[in-house]
């Protein structure tokens, strides 16, 4: 049996093959960009700039490409999974993992062929033909502040920081640069093509963790051993209105831009539905690896701080040869989803937020991305690096908020208007940052702000376009007396 040690030189553990397979690995990532970046040139009949396939690849998604990158986009966060698992054990898999397969195939079920028929570019686009122009800014600030990519920023920068000497800052400003080196020049194919290459290297790493660390150590009966009882419970030490908070925070899938702008450049409903049933099934099986892997790791070094357990764990389970794969894998997956939402956040300033003069500009998206990078990096720093605080906040306002109001746009048969839609977001914002700030105790101390948010986002948007409603048909009984 190997011994395993709590803190160890990650750059020292490595040996020449592993530096020669990590640097292959990159170099072929990154290769893939440039790829995708020729691939458009060759299908571009002009030189003009081509708005459609920069931001949606003119629908011309497949069903691999699509399979491809809405796996690889949505795990950036590894280092917040992991993290959870060492601490939590299995309560991980409910939270990260259950509760988004469930959102995940309402959306497959009963979004996408809705969504598709709008013909829309972006979420915050498709929100202003539902209601109006107004809901479609307030969607889009919205969702620029979910989309920035401030976890994902903080993984980089952990994972730099695990085998260099920099403080975990400089490791987020030079991990940021890097990315934003290749990502400011290209549209969603260069994102899409590097996804293809990362998708496959992200999902071998974490099932190889798994799979040797069964062969070293044993399987269940290993883990129920070491581990304490409440690593194998639903709710782990958290009360049941804690474990229900992720449950909406995953429901905000239906309202993710990423998940809406995938199924926006998909070639037709059915790749769109198909590839997320397919997508979800992949996601199930990479939940399984990353949480038992961590759980391995606390159970063989309980001490190791937790952000970065599973990374020092992995390295030294693995054979050599296959340490540098991991790593690239790891690499891979963060940057397959800090690429993609740099470039979403850039596209909600540049296409939602800006006026239309700016959308055919390709200079003015590039700058759009290197301010969403500087935002990103001050947020980081704001977090104090806390992954799982950034995704509970942001993903917290942006379900509270839209969930219900985008929802209930799609399915119900009352005609809400552009104003009920705007004051329902607003009061839903308002009131649930009060109740993030207000002491409270007993019962009131589990109610988190995001049921808060729902409730008012539920009863507001009904409220309110009742109010405007009787509000215009008193001005017209009003105008017409006049006549």
Same mark, same amino acid.
């Given at each position: 049996?190997?011994? &395993?040690?709590?803190?160890?030189?990650?750059?020292?553990? $490595?040996? =020449?093959? @592993?530096?020669?397979? %990590?640097?292959?690995?990159?170099?072929?990532?990154?290769?893939?960009?440039?790829?995708?970046?020729?691939?458009?040139?060759?299908?571009?009949?002009?030189?003009?700039?081509?708005?459609?396939?920069?931001?949606?690849?003119?629908?011309?998604?497949?069903?691999?490409?699509?399979?491809?990158?809405?796996?690889?986009?949505?795990?950036?966060?590894?280092?917040?999974?992991?993290q959870i698992a060492f601490n939590k054990g299995i309560y991980n898999f409910i939270t990260q993992g259950l509760f988004w397969y469930i959102a995940y195939i309402i959306f497959a079920l009963f979004l996408v062929e809705r969504i598709v028929s709008y013909k829309a570019v972006t979420l915050p686009d498709l929100v202003?033909?539902?209601?109006?122009?107004?809901?479609?800014?307030?969607?889009?600030?919205?969702?620029?502040?979910?989309?920035?990519?401030? =976890?994902?920023?903080?993984? #980089?920068?952990?994972?730099?920081?695990?085998?260099?000497?920099?403080?975990?800052?400089?490791?987020? &400003? $030079?991990? #940021?640069?890097?990315?934003?080196?290749?990502?400011?020049?290209?549209?969603?194919?260069?994102?899409?093509?590097? @996804?293809?290459?990362?998708? %496959?290297?992200?999902?071998?790493?974490?099932?190889?963790?798994?799979?040797?660390?069964?062969?070293?150590?044993?399987?269940?009966?290993?883990?129920?051993?070491?581990?304490?009882?409440?690593?194998?419970?639903?709710?782990?030490?958290?009360?049941?209105?804690?474990?229900?908070?992720?449950?909406?925070? =995953?429901?905000?899938?239906?309202?993710?831009?990423?998940?809406?702008?995938?199924?926006?450049?998909?070639?037709?409903?059915?790749?769109?539905?198909?590839?997320?049933?397919?997508?979800? #099934?992949?996601?199930?099986?990479? @939940?399984?690896?990353?949480?038992?892997?961590?759980?391995?790791?606390?159970?063989?070094?309980?001490?190791?701080?937790?952000?970065?357990?599973?990374?020092?764990?992995? &390295?030294?389970?693995?054979?050599?040869?296959?340490?540098?794969?991991?790593?690239?894998?790891?690499? =891979?997956?963060? #940057?397959?989803?800090?690429?993609?939402?740099?470039?979403?956040?850039?596209?909600?300033?540049?296409?939602?937020?800006?006026?239309?003069?700016?959308?055919?500009?390709?200079?003015?998206?590039?700058?759009?991305?290197?301010?969403?990078?500087?935002?990103?990096?001050?947020?980081?720093?704001?977090?104090?690096?806390?992954?799982?605080?950034?995704?509970?906040?942001?993903?917290?306002?942006?379900?509270?908020?839209?969930?219900?109001?985008?929802?209930?746009?799609?399915?119900?048969?009352?005609?809400?208007?552009?104003?009920?839609?705007?004051?329902?977001?607003?009061?839903?914002?308002?009131?649930?940052?009060?109740?993030?700030?207000?002491?409270?105790?007993?019962?009131?101390?589990?109610?988190?702000?995001?049921?808060?948010?729902?409730?008012?986002?539920?009863?507001?948007?009904?409220?309110?376009?009742?109010?405007?409603?009787?509000?215009?048909?008193?001005?017209?009984?009003?105008?017409?007396?006049?006549?």
């Amino acid at each position: 049996m190997k011994f &395993i040690k709590e803190k160890i030189s990650i750059s020292e553990a $490595l040996s =020449a093959t @592993d530096w020669g397979v %990590f640097f292959f690995l990159l170099c072929l990532t990154l290769g893939f960009v440039f790829y995708g970046e020729f691939r458009k040139r060759r299908l571009k009949k002009s030189e003009k700039f081509d708005l459609l396939d920069h931001l949606i690849m003119g629908r011309r998604l497949t069903l691999p490409l699509f399979i491809a990158t809405l796996v690889a986009t949505w795990y950036g966060g590894i280092f917040g999974v992991t993290q959870i698992a060492f601490n939590k054990g299995i309560y991980n898999f409910i939270t990260q993992g259950l509760f988004w397969y469930i959102a995940y195939i309402i959306f497959a079920l009963f979004l996408v062929e809705r969504i598709v028929s709008y013909k829309a570019v972006t979420l915050p686009d498709l929100v202003g033909k539902m209601f109006g122009p107004k809901s479609s800014k307030v969607a889009a600030v919205l969702n620029f502040f979910n989309v920035l990519p401030i =976890a994902y920023v903080i993984s #980089l920068g952990i994972f730099i920081r695990s085998f260099t000497s920099l403080e975990l800052n400089t490791s987020m &400003i $030079l991990g #940021l640069v890097i990315v934003l080196s290749y990502s400011v020049w290209g549209g969603l194919r260069s994102v899409i093509f590097s @996804d293809i290459i990362q998708f %496959f290297i992200m999902c071998i790493a974490v099932g190889l963790v798994l799979f040797f660390s069964i062969g070293e150590f044993g399987g269940l009966g290993f883990l129920k051993e070491k581990l304490p009882e409440h690593y194998f419970s639903v709710t782990s030490d958290q009360s049941y209105f804690q474990l229900f908070v992720w449950g909406f925070i =995953a429901l905000s899938t239906l309202v993710d831009p990423n998940f809406y702008q995938r199924c926006f450049a998909a070639t037709d409903s059915k790749v769109a539905k198909k590839g997320i049933f397919l997508s979800t #099934l992949i996601w199930f099986c990479f @939940d399984i690896c990353t949480t038992f892997g961590a759980m391995y790791a606390k159970a063989v070094i309980p001490e190791a701080l937790s952000s970065e357990a599973y990374l020092i764990y992995s &390295i030294q389970v693995l054979p050599e040869g296959l340490r540098g794969f991991f790593l690239a894998g790891i690499l =891979a997956t963060i #940057l397959s989803t800090l690429d993609s939402y740099l470039f979403l956040a850039g596209t909600t300033l540049t296409y939602d937020l800006s006026n239309e003069d700016h959308h055919e500009n390709p200079f003015f998206h590039c700058i759009g991305i290197l301010f969403v990078g500087a935002i990103s990096l001050l947020m980081a720093n704001f977090f104090s690096g806390n992954i799982k605080m950034v995704w509970k906040t942001l993903g917290s306002y942006s379900a509270g908020c839209l969930l219900f109001p985008v929802l209930l746009g799609h399915f119900s048969k009352t005609k809400f208007s552009d104003n009920a839609f705007v004051a329902t977001c607003l009061v839903s914002a308002a009131l649930m940052s009060v109740w993030s700030a207000i002491p409270r105790s007993g019962l009131l101390s589990d109610v988190d702000s995001l049921y808060i948010g729902i409730a008012a986002s539920f009863i507001g948007l009904y409220g309110f376009n009742y109010y405007f409603a009787r509000q215009k048909s008193d001005n017209s009984q009003s105008i017409n007396r006049h006549l």
